[in-house]
């Protein structure tokens, strides 16, 4: 009856930590859609991987021990101290759509466009809980585009604004509220306002690397900002990403974006997969969960898996053999890496412009 009872207990008891299992490696072609310039009809078979995050009960935290290609990880390590868990799937899906964006203006700068940017505002990438910003009902992917009356274009926009504030000072912002779809999909309403009574900065709050602002904040909203920006595409593009969260997709989402916007075969006409966070200048940044997704990929049948530098040996410890993995760092060397493997140049089917 006692051992009932504790496992009763046990599996009743949420904890803070979290589950990565591997999830499915997914071909990107069908998700794309492109109109306004010329795409190939044939694309190469590329895969996006993922993973799955299940939450976790203390009797589940001991079964999944007896599991193979397990990740145990702490909520902090997703969100950042102080953070609620009810901004987990809006901070992935937000980290979902800057990764489209990113992947958009990097596949077409490689083909030879110039794609221009507008800066747009402050962006809201996570909000503690207790906060300033928490009792404003500011939540992630809102975007703040004034405050006080000036106008934000930037995230060192909104720190020039409040960092030398008195403590308890009102201050009037201007926030277009973030739409999410229940798949995902992010939107934004018009800008309305928001009066947020800033608090005092926490002891040990790093110092503004924002220009013209120096030593530590005095006043603190609570929240993590990214700048929001505008990229004017020469082509109309959307990736239907439902239900998947995170930035890890973005090197395979450009490596497919460039297959379809130019002539050949990027791959060799190869299966291939890629994990990987890109930004829009073609840098590829780590990503988590690496050794689960090489499993992904090898059930899926890749023969390459494009992976950040730093995590291959990761990969390559989870790879059975018949699975070649690639370490890059940049987008420029993925497509290098691919003519190795036979691939072509990508020569686009629309002349830049």
Known sequence: MVVLAAVIGLGSWNI?????TPGDATPVAPLVK????????RPD??????????????????????????????????LGPGVPTDELQAQGYLQMSDSKQAAEVAAFRALGWRIPSTATGAVVTAVVAPSPAR?????????????NGQPVRSS????GVVHSLTPGTAVRLEVARARISSQGDISWKAPSPVTVRTAAAPRGDAASKCPGVTGASRSWLGVSIEDGLHYALPATVTINTANIGGPSAG????LTLIDQLSSGSLTGHQAIAATGEIDSSGTVYDVGGVAEKTVAVQRAGAKYFFVPQVEVATATQAAQPGLKIFGVTTLAQALRDLRRIGGDAPIPLTLPR
């Open 16 to 20: 803070s930590t979290y589950a990565i």
């Open 34 to 41: 492109i109109h306004g310039v010329r795409t190939d009809p």
């Open 45 to 78: 078979r590329i895969m996006l991987t993922d993973v799955y995050l299940q939450s976790l009960t203390a009797l589940r935290w001991l079964t999944m021990h007896l599991q193979p290609h397990v990740e145990f990880v702490t909520i902090d390590q997703f």
């Open 135 to 147: 009792s404003a009902d500011i939540h992630v992917a809102d975007e703040i585009v004034s405050a």
């Open 156 to 159: 060192c926009g909104l720190v």
């Open 251 to 254: 090197l395979a989402m450009t």
